[in-house]
T-cell receptor, first 109, second 116 residues
Framework: GNSVTQMEGPVTLSEEAFLTINCTYTATGYPSLFWYVQYPGEGLQLLLKATKADDKGSNKGFEATYRKETTSFHLEKGSVQVSDSAVYFCLSLYDKVIFGPGTSLSVIP | KAGVTQTPRYLIKTRGQQVTLSCSPI?????VSWYQQTPGQGLQFLFE???????NKGNFPGRFSGRQFSNSRSEMNVSTLELGDSALYLC???????????????FGSGTQLSVL
Protein backbone atom coordinates (compact mmCIF):
# COMPACT_ATOMS: atom_id res chain seq x y z
CA GLY A 1 0.00 0.00 0.00
CA ASN A 2 0.89 3.67 -0.07
CA SER A 3 3.35 4.89 2.54
CA VAL A 4 5.61 7.80 3.45
CA THR A 5 8.94 7.39 5.17
CA GLN A 6 10.81 10.23 6.85
CA MET A 7 14.20 10.33 8.47
CA GLU A 8 14.17 9.64 12.16
CA GLY A 9 14.44 12.55 14.53
CA PRO A 10 14.94 14.46 16.62
CA VAL A 11 17.34 16.61 14.66
CA THR A 12 19.37 19.26 16.48
CA LEU A 13 21.24 21.90 14.50
CA SER A 14 23.08 25.09 15.25
CA GLU A 15 21.73 28.32 13.81
CA GLU A 16 22.78 28.91 10.19
CA ALA A 17 23.46 25.20 9.59
CA PHE A 18 22.21 23.42 6.47
CA LEU A 19 19.09 21.30 6.87
CA THR A 20 17.97 18.21 5.00
CA ILE A 21 14.99 16.12 6.05
CA ASN A 22 14.54 13.07 3.85
CA CYS A 23 11.15 11.92 2.65
CA THR A 24 10.40 8.99 0.36
CA TYR A 25 7.03 7.70 -0.73
CA THR A 26 5.41 4.69 -2.26
CA ALA A 27 2.22 5.06 -4.25
CA THR A 28 0.32 3.28 -6.98
CA GLY A 29 0.11 6.49 -8.98
CA TYR A 30 1.63 9.95 -8.89
CA PRO A 31 0.64 11.66 -5.67
CA SER A 32 0.79 15.31 -4.78
CA LEU A 33 3.48 15.87 -2.16
CA PHE A 34 3.52 18.36 0.65
CA TRP A 35 5.55 19.47 3.61
CA TYR A 36 3.57 20.66 6.60
CA VAL A 37 5.06 22.21 9.72
CA GLN A 38 3.72 22.14 13.27
CA TYR A 39 5.05 24.76 15.64
CA PRO A 40 4.74 24.08 19.38
CA GLY A 41 1.14 24.31 20.54
CA GLU A 42 -0.23 25.00 17.08
CA GLY A 43 -1.97 23.12 14.28
CA LEU A 44 -0.25 22.14 11.05
CA GLN A 45 0.56 24.73 8.41
CA LEU A 46 1.37 24.12 4.79
CA LEU A 47 5.04 24.86 4.14
CA LEU A 48 5.32 23.93 0.46
CA LYS A 49 3.99 21.55 -2.14
CA ALA A 50 4.63 19.96 -5.52
CA THR A 51 2.00 18.26 -7.62
CA LYS A 52 4.03 16.64 -10.42
CA ALA A 53 7.46 15.25 -11.16
CA ASP A 54 10.32 17.76 -11.22
CA ASP A 55 8.20 20.46 -9.60
CA LYS A 56 10.05 22.42 -6.93
CA GLY A 57 8.14 23.82 -3.99
CA SER A 58 9.65 26.66 -2.01
CA ASN A 59 8.66 28.90 0.88
CA LYS A 60 10.45 30.79 3.69
CA GLY A 61 13.84 29.59 2.44
CA PHE A 62 12.76 25.93 2.40
CA GLU A 63 12.81 23.94 -0.85
CA ALA A 64 11.83 20.46 -1.96
CA THR A 65 11.89 18.87 -5.42
CA TYR A 66 9.54 16.10 -6.53
CA ARG A 67 11.83 13.30 -7.78
CA LYS A 68 9.87 10.61 -9.51
CA GLU A 69 12.93 8.47 -10.26
CA THR A 70 13.86 8.19 -6.58
CA THR A 71 10.28 8.65 -5.25
CA SER A 72 11.58 11.35 -2.94
CA PHE A 73 10.66 14.83 -1.76
CA HIS A 74 13.49 15.88 0.54
CA LEU A 75 13.16 19.15 2.43
CA GLU A 76 16.17 21.50 2.46
CA LYS A 77 17.09 24.88 3.86
CA GLY A 78 20.45 26.53 3.48
CA SER A 79 20.58 28.35 6.81
CA VAL A 80 18.20 27.45 9.64
CA GLN A 81 17.04 29.84 12.33
CA VAL A 82 15.89 29.23 15.89
CA SER A 83 12.36 30.06 14.75
CA ASP A 84 12.43 27.01 12.44
CA SER A 85 12.28 24.72 15.47
CA ALA A 86 9.16 22.63 14.88
CA VAL A 87 7.95 19.22 13.73
CA TYR A 88 7.96 18.69 9.97
CA PHE A 89 5.61 16.27 8.24
CA CYS A 90 5.84 14.94 4.71
CA LEU A 91 2.43 14.23 3.19
CA SER A 92 1.42 12.21 0.16
CA LEU A 93 -2.03 12.76 -1.35
CA TYR A 94 -3.34 10.43 -3.98
CA ASP A 95 -6.44 8.43 -3.25
CA LYS A 96 -5.35 8.27 0.39
CA VAL A 97 -3.98 10.79 2.83
CA ILE A 98 -0.63 9.49 4.06
CA PHE A 99 1.50 11.40 6.53
CA GLY A 100 5.08 10.61 7.36
CA PRO A 101 5.87 10.10 11.07
CA GLY A 102 7.21 13.63 11.47
CA THR A 103 10.71 14.90 12.16
CA SER A 104 11.33 17.11 15.16
CA LEU A 105 13.85 19.88 14.53
CA SER A 106 15.52 21.91 17.25
CA VAL A 107 17.72 24.81 16.25
CA ILE A 108 20.04 26.13 18.95
CA PRO A 109 21.64 29.59 18.93
CA LYS B 1 -11.32 35.25 7.51
CA ALA B 2 -11.51 33.22 10.70
CA GLY B 3 -9.49 30.03 10.68
CA VAL B 4 -10.60 26.50 11.39
CA THR B 5 -12.11 26.35 14.86
CA GLN B 6 -12.14 23.21 16.98
CA THR B 7 -13.96 22.82 20.26
CA PRO B 8 -13.35 21.98 22.96
CA ARG B 9 -9.61 22.55 23.20
CA TYR B 10 -9.14 19.95 25.94
CA LEU B 11 -11.30 17.06 27.06
CA ILE B 12 -10.95 14.44 29.76
CA LYS B 13 -13.10 11.31 29.66
CA THR B 14 -13.08 7.87 31.23
CA ARG B 15 -13.02 4.49 29.54
CA GLY B 16 -16.34 3.41 28.13
CA GLN B 17 -17.71 6.91 27.71
CA GLN B 18 -18.38 8.55 24.40
CA VAL B 19 -17.23 11.92 23.16
CA THR B 20 -18.18 14.40 20.44
CA LEU B 21 -15.73 16.86 18.97
CA SER B 22 -16.67 19.82 16.82
CA CYS B 23 -14.98 21.50 13.87
CA SER B 24 -16.04 24.69 12.12
CA PRO B 25 -14.28 25.11 8.78
CA ILE B 26 -13.19 28.33 7.19
CA UNK B 27 -16.18 30.13 5.73
CA UNK B 28 -16.86 28.87 2.23
CA UNK B 29 -14.89 25.65 2.63
CA UNK B 30 -16.93 22.54 1.93
CA UNK B 31 -14.50 19.75 2.75
CA VAL B 32 -13.64 18.77 6.31
CA SER B 33 -11.23 15.99 7.20
CA TRP B 34 -10.25 14.56 10.58
CA TYR B 35 -6.92 13.24 11.85
CA GLN B 36 -5.64 11.53 14.97
CA GLN B 37 -2.18 12.48 16.22
CA THR B 38 -0.35 10.36 18.82
CA PRO B 39 3.33 10.12 19.74
CA GLY B 40 3.41 6.44 18.77
CA GLN B 41 1.38 6.38 15.56
CA GLY B 42 1.95 9.91 14.30
CA LEU B 43 -0.73 11.55 12.19
CA GLN B 44 -3.41 9.25 10.82
CA PHE B 45 -6.31 10.11 8.58
CA LEU B 46 -9.74 9.31 10.01
CA PHE B 47 -12.24 10.46 7.40
CA GLU B 48 -13.30 13.25 5.12
CA UNK B 49 -16.69 14.85 4.55
CA UNK B 50 -17.79 16.89 1.62
CA UNK B 51 -21.29 18.32 1.20
CA UNK B 52 -22.56 16.24 4.13
CA UNK B 53 -21.29 12.97 2.61
CA UNK B 54 -18.37 10.89 3.80
CA UNK B 55 -15.99 10.75 0.86
CA ASN B 56 -12.93 9.00 2.25
CA LYS B 57 -12.25 6.85 5.26
CA GLY B 58 -9.07 5.71 6.98
CA ASN B 59 -8.45 2.47 8.83
CA PHE B 60 -10.19 3.11 12.12
CA PRO B 61 -12.80 0.96 13.88
CA GLY B 62 -16.48 1.73 13.65
CA ARG B 63 -16.37 3.38 17.09
CA PHE B 64 -15.08 6.43 15.24
CA SER B 65 -17.78 8.18 13.27
CA GLY B 66 -18.54 11.61 11.97
CA ARG B 67 -21.01 13.77 10.22
CA GLN B 68 -21.21 17.07 8.44
CA PHE B 69 -24.01 19.57 8.55
CA SER B 70 -25.42 21.74 5.78
CA ASN B 71 -23.31 24.69 6.97
CA SER B 72 -20.18 22.49 6.55
CA ARG B 73 -19.55 22.24 10.28
CA SER B 74 -18.49 18.76 11.23
CA GLU B 75 -18.60 16.61 14.32
CA MET B 76 -16.61 13.54 15.17
CA ASN B 77 -17.87 10.99 17.66
CA VAL B 78 -15.96 8.26 19.45
CA SER B 79 -17.99 5.70 21.36
CA THR B 80 -16.86 3.28 24.06
CA LEU B 81 -13.62 5.14 24.65
CA GLU B 82 -10.41 3.20 25.20
CA LEU B 83 -7.17 4.36 26.79
CA GLY B 84 -5.52 4.22 23.37
CA ASP B 85 -7.91 6.84 22.04
CA SER B 86 -6.01 9.50 23.98
CA ALA B 87 -4.68 11.77 21.28
CA LEU B 88 -4.75 15.16 19.66
CA TYR B 89 -7.59 15.22 17.15
CA LEU B 90 -7.10 17.64 14.30
CA CYS B 91 -9.51 18.72 11.67
CA UNK B 92 -8.72 20.44 8.41
CA UNK B 93 -10.83 22.19 5.83
CA UNK B 94 -10.31 22.87 2.15
CA UNK B 95 -12.34 24.87 -0.33
CA UNK B 96 -13.89 22.39 -2.66
CA UNK B 97 -12.00 19.27 -3.52
CA UNK B 98 -11.34 15.96 -1.96
CA UNK B 99 -8.13 15.66 0.01
CA UNK B 100 -6.88 13.49 -2.82
CA UNK B 101 -6.88 16.38 -5.27
CA UNK B 102 -3.86 17.95 -3.62
CA UNK B 103 -5.72 21.01 -2.46
CA UNK B 104 -4.18 22.88 0.44
CA UNK B 105 -5.47 21.86 3.85
CA UNK B 106 -6.10 24.42 6.59
CA PHE B 107 -5.75 22.87 10.02
CA GLY B 108 -7.31 23.77 13.32
CA SER B 109 -5.35 23.72 16.58
CA GLY B 110 -6.92 20.45 17.63
CA THR B 111 -8.76 18.92 20.56
CA GLN B 112 -6.57 17.17 23.09
CA LEU B 113 -8.50 14.14 24.36
CA SER B 114 -7.33 12.28 27.44
CA VAL B 115 -8.99 8.99 28.35
CA LEU B 116 -8.49 7.87 31.95
Amino acid sequence: GNSVTQMEGPVTLSEEAFLTINCTYTATGYPSLFWYVQYPGEGLQLLLKATKADDKGSNKGFEATYRKETTSFHLEKGSVQVSDSAVYFCLSLYDKVIFGPGTSLSVIP
Amino acid sequence: KAGVTQTPRYLIKTRGQQVTLSCSPISGHRSVSWYQQTPGQGLQFLFEYFSETQRNKGNFPGRFSGRQFSNSRSEMNVSTLELGDSALYLCASSPSGSVGTGEKLFFGSGTQLSVL
